[in-house]
């Protein structure tokens, strides 16, 4: 009998799914590059604004991402998907974060100092107004924040050690989501095609869960009653 | 039966269209603008916008320059907020091509002794051609020095004679969805067409022009061709494109933004670095040219630096008419 083919995630699809999703920091960084050489030739003319932009879209994107994998490994029956979850996760995290520092560096203008109501204020005060005041950076703020207990609970001994709650805890992906998208949408001005557009694949992933639940909590009915 | 006195006649109307095309051609070689501080550069124009050998040909009086950098003319026309053809700043420079600048009218209508469609050489006959070198500051926290090629808006809407009832005076864009694809947009919010307005004391004020060029070229169609208006005190929004009516009013016009967003954009949107919008602090701004490695962030000025025209709002409180 032949032997079957197994697909070697772990030496051939972790290292492949990794140099994919770090293919648009790369670019990015070959775009900076460009840009530090000779300033016009890898950026456009707000070479701020591309950055923070590029790698907000990246974040919002590997999130739904890290959304996509169970519904996929349910759909194509490939319950080995989920063994790339965490690597996407993690990823959508990286993109955040330099996604909100290079917001707080590139546009934020702290280093002109930001006057509030005719004050100059500090650094981190600053920060803080910033957040307070302007709903969409509440909203995106708002979904890093979420994140951070999972990118720090995502590793195996925090697995074990959190045992059933790590699940529950994990859900906080879901607020997480809608926070980022609210951000997106409450940043849309003239032209609301992006948040229909990402709006359109969170109800679809969302959906799925809920039709799945649906599903397995009548399967068990059916199964108690016979 | 039309009679058509010779005073219908406009030149624009009588020059055959071939005619037109390659003396289109041939201005857009030989262009001489006389346009000052070191612009003076015959490169064609990224979108070339008039035929217009009669505007081309023309002195242009050289502008003062301000003591501060000039934005490049490539940062200039190619990053632009022109929705018509896009949200992203690089649509405009992508699509403006599309749109047709000539012939152009103007239709001026409301309270003026002399309502009516004009083209825009009519319009222009007899008004001497000057460059202003300009900050341009966008309510997006960016900020831009250009050499304008213009008029003060006065000496157009003078010629309409306004009568004693005009208090403000309203400017519309072209509509035109065949040739503007962000107006056929379907996730589109904004109620087309682009409408601006300004106070007719604003309006009269020797600072706010009507811009035909920039550069020392004529002015690119994603920069609002062929002619467009430029207050340098307002927020960059005000400064509408593409205009082709103006309408004197007894009531305040309704500005697309405002109707759009009454929180985040009022009817005035002077540059006021105290009076923050909601998305962004107006402290400070983004100049161009910018760089990773130089932001060139710089404070905001009080009506972006322009303090002879604070006696125009005597008596407003700037913090609820922003």
Known sequence: MPRQFVFPVV???????????????????????????????????????????????????????????????????????????????????????????????????????????????????????????????????????????????????????????????????????????????????????????????????????????????????????? | MLIKRPSDIRT???????????????????????????????????????????????????????????????????????????????????YAHEMTVDPWTVKVSGQVEKPGKIGLEDMLAGIDLEERIYRLRCVEAWSMVIPWIGFPVKKVLDKFQPTSDAKYVEFRTLHRPSEMRGQRSFFSNIDWPYVEGLRMDEANHPLAIFAVGMYGKLLPNQNGAPIRLVVPWKYGFKSIKSIVEIRLTKLQPKNTWNVLQPTEYGFYANVNPNVDHPRWSQASERRFPTTLFRPNRIPTRMFNGYDEVASLYKGLDLSRHY
């Open chain 2, 12 to 94: 624009s109307e009588i020059t055959p269209e071939s005619v037109y095309r390659s003396r289109r051609r041939f201005m857009r070689e030989s262009l001489t603008v006389a346009a000052g501080a070191g612009t003076a550069g015959l490169v064609s124009a990224p979108a070339v916008a008039l035929p217009a050998e009669w505007l081309t040909a023309r002195e242009v009086k050289p502008g003062v320059p301000i003591g501060e950098e000039m934005t490049s003319e490539r940062d200039a026309t190619s990053y632009n907020n022109f929705y018509e053809f896009g949200t992203d700043k690089a649509d405009p420079a992508e």
């Open chain 1, 11 to 226: 030496r051939v699809g972790k290292p492949l799914a990794f140099c994919v999703l770090a293919l648009p920091l790369a670019l990015l960084g070959i775009d900076v590059w460009r840009e530090f050489q000779l300033p016009g030739s890898g950026l456009g003319p707000d070479p701020g604004e591309d950055v923070v932009h590029h790698l907000g879209t990246w974040g919002l994107r590997t999130l739904l991402l890290t959304l996509a994998v169970s519904p996929a490994s349910r759909l194509f029956k490939r319950p080995q998907l989920v063994r790339y979850r965490r690597m996407v996760g993690l990823w959508a995290f990286t993109y955040l974060v330099l996604h909100f520092l290079s917001y707080f560096w590139l546009l934020g203008g702290y280093a002109a100092g930001v006057a509030i109501d005719g004050r100059r204020l500090g650094f981190a005060e600053a920060l803080v107004m910033d957040i307070y005041k302007r709903p969409y950076i509440t909203a995106g703020f708002l979904a890093l924040v979420l994140l951070i207990p999972l990118a720090i609970t995502s590793t195996r001994g925090w697995q074990r050690r959190l045992r059933r709650r790590w699940k529950t805890l994990h859900r906080l992906v879901y607020p997480a989501a809608i926070a980022a998208w609210t951000h997106l949408l409450w940043l849309s001005k003239g032209s609301f095609m992006d948040p229909f557009v990402y709006g359109l694949v969170l109800v679809v992933l969302f959906g799925e869960r809920i039709v799945f639940r649906i599903r397995k909590q009548r399967r068990a009915r059916a199964a108690s009653a016979v």
